[in-house]
């Protein structure tokens, strides 16, 4: 499977985007799937997850309240909505697919996902 992240931008501080992860290939009905972001002169970090059967999600901390990760099994994508942006969350977002029996406990590190899409920027100026 091929992930395929997009809708990215420049936004100002307290608006909103949707970024989107389309998979190609093949479907996501194998995976789940988790958003991390990278920033400028940090590690990337966790941001969501949400597991492709049972729709079940997981969000950092910092990220609860402001952003929902959704899916569409009709259009096999996963979207990231992101509200009341802040500066601090200019990064680059990568979605990323993990095996469906990953335990939950493992959706928040970086190593439990195999397949990764090559990252949308968002900047947040304020």
């Known amino acids: 499977v091929q992930l395929q992240a997009s809708g990215g931008g420049l936004v100002q501080a307290g608006g909103s985007l949707r970024l989107s992860c389309a998979a190609s290939g093949r479907t996501f009905s194998s995976y789940d799937v988790g958003w991390f972001r990278q920033g400028p002169g940090k590690e990337r970090e966790f941001v969501a997850a949400i597991t492709w059967r049972g729709g079940s999600t997981y969000y950092a901390d910092s990220m609860k309240g402001r952003f929902t990760i959704s899916r569409d099994s009709a259009k096999n994508t996963v979207y990231l909505q992101m509200n009341s942006l802040k500066p601090e969350d200019t990064a680059v977002y990568y979605c990323?697919?993990?095996?469906?029996?990953?335990?939950?406990?493992?959706?928040?590190?970086?190593?439990?996902?195999?397949?990764w899409g090559q990252g949308t920027l968002v900047t947040v100026s304020s």
């Open positions: 990323a697919g993990a095996n469906w029996n990953t335990p939950a406990s493992a959706y928040f590190n970086a190593l439990a996902y195999d397949v």
